[in-house]
């Protein structure tokens, strides 16, 4: 295969897009009555569907190696509490807060594959993450006015550090499957522990109240 870092670099981008764009969506979700469960499950579901229709429409392969498949059911349940940490965070504390405190994974990321595996930080890393992090702050307009609640900085902190685990243990995982199988799996178990949630508690799932929120789920 070919190797286009070009193409892979457009993919990250659209990606990063993407999810900022579901991160600004999140609060219109709420506002018509959702709760972080309902929109994690739903998340999690509806990504599974379309990712499995997908390798199933281009004939790929959707099972992993017994081995593999463990351990992305294990990334998975991590998932499942990192993006409840995250989208609850959302309701105490303004979105842009959140998406710069769940954007020091990088950061985390760089750190513990310095202190484990010796990988070089680098002049250029260095100088690009409190960069980035400026930029972020600036173009965010964030202000601490008003205060801000402690219990959606924990939940964003503890969510950015589950993320960090995710890249490093995810990356172990997909160096040797298939990337989009893998992922079909943790959201699916994603899925798979809130509905189940909602079968084995009297916890009921709060749907959109307004056609606003529906498509903002959508």
């Known amino acids: ?12 981008i659209l990606g990063a897009f993407g999810f900022a764009v579901g991160v600004v969506l999140t609060p219109f979700v709420y506002d018509a009555g959702t709760d972080p469960v309902t929109l994690v499950m739903c ?13 199933r429409l281009f004939r790929r392969p ?17 998932f499942a509490v990192q993006s409840m940490c995250f989208f609850t965070s959302i309701t105490l504390i303004p979105v ?6 769940e954007y020091t994974f990088p950061l985390q990321v760089a750190l513990v594959s310095w202190a484990l595996y010796g990988e070089r930080i680098g002049l250029a890393k260095a100088f690009c993450f409190p960069a980035a ?8 307009q964030v202000s601490g006015e008003g205060g801000i609640d402690s219990r959606g900085v924990a939940l964003v902190v503890v969510g950015s550090m589950l993320l960090t685990v995710m890249v490093m243990f995810g990356d172990r995982i ?44 959508a």
């Open 62 to 78: 959707r099972v992993l190696p017994p081995a593999v498949r463990y351990k992305a059911l294990l990334l998975g349940a991590v």
């Open 1 to 12: 295969m070919t190797s286009r870092p070009w193409l892979g670099a457009f993919f990250v």
């Open 174 to 217: 997909m160096g040797a499957s298939d990337s989009r199988r893998v992922t079909l799996h943790t959201t699916a178990t994603v899925a798979a522990i809130y509905a189940t949630l909602f079968l084995v508690t009297e916890l009921e799932p709060a749907w959109p109240q307004t056609a606003l929120g529906w498509g903002a789920m």
């Open 43 to 55: 998340r999690a579901a509806g990504y599974a569907l379309l990712l499995y229709l997908a390798l």
């Open 133 to 140: 992090f400026a930029g972020l702050w600036m173009a965010l």
């Open 96 to 101: 842009s807060v959140a998406a710069i405190a």
